[in-house]
C-alpha cells in the first residue's frame, strides 16, 4: 500500500471521527450510528498504521492487491450499511402509515361525535 493511500485513509479517517463526535455532541446521531460510524474509520486507521493486515486478507481471500483488498472490503461495508437503514426506513414508513391511519379514523369518530351533540 502506498504511503500517500495510508496518509489518505489516516486523514478522511481522523475527520470522520472529528464529525461524528461533533454530530454527537450536538445530538444529532443515534448512539446505534454512531458506533458504527466510529469502529468504521478506526478501522481504516487500523489497516492505514498496519498495512501487513491489509495484505495478509487479500491473500488468504485471493485478491490480487491489498488496496483492492480495502476497496471490496469497505465497499462491502457500506452496501450491508445501507441495506439495513433501507430495512429502519421500510419499518418507520409503515409505522408512520399506522398512526396516521390511527390519527384519521379517531378525528373522524371525534367529528362524528361532535355532530351527534350539536343535533342533540
Not at 455532541?25 to 478501522?43: G, N
Not at 402509515?97 to 390519527?103: A, S
Request: avoid cysteine; aromatic fraction near 10%; glycine fraction near 2%.
Amino acid at each position: 500500500m502506498s504511503v500517500m493511500l495510508r496518509t489518505a485513509l489516516i486523514v478522511i479517517s481522523v475527520l470522520t471521527l472529528w464529525y461524528t463526535a461533533r454530530k454527537i455532541r450536538k445530538s444529532q446521531l443515534q448512539i446505534e450510528d454512531s458506533i458504527f460510524w466510529m469502529a468504521f474509520p478506526a478501522a481504516l486507521v487500523l489497516l492505514s498504521v498496519f498495512p501487513g493486515i491489509a495484505a495478509w486478507a487479500a491473500k488468504i481471500l485471493g485478491v490480487q492487491s491489498p488496496v483492492n483488498f480495502i476497496f471490496l472490503a469497505v465497499i462491502f461495508i457500506l452496501i450491508v450499511k445501507v441495506f439495513s437503514l433501507s430495512l429502519r426506513l421500510s419499518q418507520l414508513d409503515a409505522k408512520i402509515r399506522t398512526l396516521t391511519q390511527e390519527i384519521a379514523i379517531r378525528e373522524n369518530l371525534a367529528q362524528k361525535q361532535e355532530k351527534t351533540k350539536e343535533s342533540e
